[in-house]
């Protein structure tokens, strides 16, 4: 069993930035990848970010093209948190923050977290 919790969302103008934290708990040792999707209304849920955290091959991160380099994945491993620092936001990355931790394949959610962008 794995525990996420995600923190960092809010309010924040065009242009800025925030930055996500999810903190995982419970069977870290499990855990080959952690992640981000978002999820905007009547939209389907989308991969915005992945990073490997296993002790071979920890650290290869992914993120889709149209990001353009806006959102970074990192991670902590001593406190076992994934961050995704989001740059240059824009009022269409107004969704719900979703951190995932992919166990063999199988994916542990965490509840979400707001991100709005106002123009």
């Known amino acids: 069993q794995v525990q996420l919790v995600e923190s960092g969302g809010g309010l924040v103008q065009a242009g800025g930035s925030l930055r996500l934290s999810c903190a995982a708990s419970?069977?870290?040792?499990?855990?080959?990848?952690m992640g981000w999707y978002r999820q905007a209304p009547g939209l389907a849920r989308e991969l915005i970010a992945s990073?490997?955290?296993?002790?071979?091959?920890?650290?290869?991160?992914y993120s889709p093209d149209f990001l353009k380099g806006r959102f970074t994945i990192s991670r902590d491993n001593a406190e076992n948190t994934v961050y995704l620092t989001m740059n240059s936001l824009k009022p269409e990355d107004t969704a719900v923050y979703y951190c995932?931790?992919?166990?063999?394949?199988?994916?542990?959610w965490g509840r979400g977290t707001q991100v709005t962008v106002s123009s």
């Open positions: 990073i490997t955290t296993s002790e071979f091959n920890g650290g290869r991160t």
């Open positions: 419970g069977d870290i040792r499990s855990i080959d990848a």
């Open positions: 995932y931790a992919d166990v063999a394949q199988y994916y542990y």
